[in-house]
């Protein structure tokens, strides 16, 4: 009996796996498509953005403009996750603190 199920379980993992098997490809092949979609609506409208003089390409002031830009964003987002990382250690500090003096005043009135 013990073995029948485990044929059974064995059975239904390796259909399992191969059903996945089959899958995978498209899903990759999807994504890719996605992926591609999205980088030429970004380069669309980056050339929007930075194509001053609406030649339709980006040349190296438009570029150097654009690499500007996005490591300005970039600091700006490393400033916020520093200052969300601050807070959490903050938050953190003063619940142990907490926890500290809650345990102090129950040794207090325990004594």
């Given at each position: ?8 379980l ?6 399992l ?9 498209a ?16 380069d669309q409208?980056?050339l ?8 339709g ?34 938050k953190?500090?003063a ?17």
């Amino acid at each position: 009996m013990k073995i029948k199920r485990f044929i059974q379980l064995c059975t239904t993992l390796a259909a399992l796996v191969a059903v996945a098997f089959v899958f995978t490809p498209a899903m990759t092949a999807a994504e890719k498509s996605d992926a591609a979609a999205k980088k030429a609506k970004q380069d669309q409208e980056n050339l929007e953005k930075y194509d001053r003089n609406r030649d339709g390409k980006l040349d190296d002031e438009e570029k150097a403009a654009m690499k500007a830009d996005q490591e300005r964003i970039a600091a700006e987002k490393k400033e916020v996750a520093a200052q969300k990382k601050a807070a959490a250690a903050e938050k953190k500090a003063a619940a142990a603190e907490a926890k500290k003096e809650k345990a102090a005043a129950k040794k207090s009135r325990d004594n």
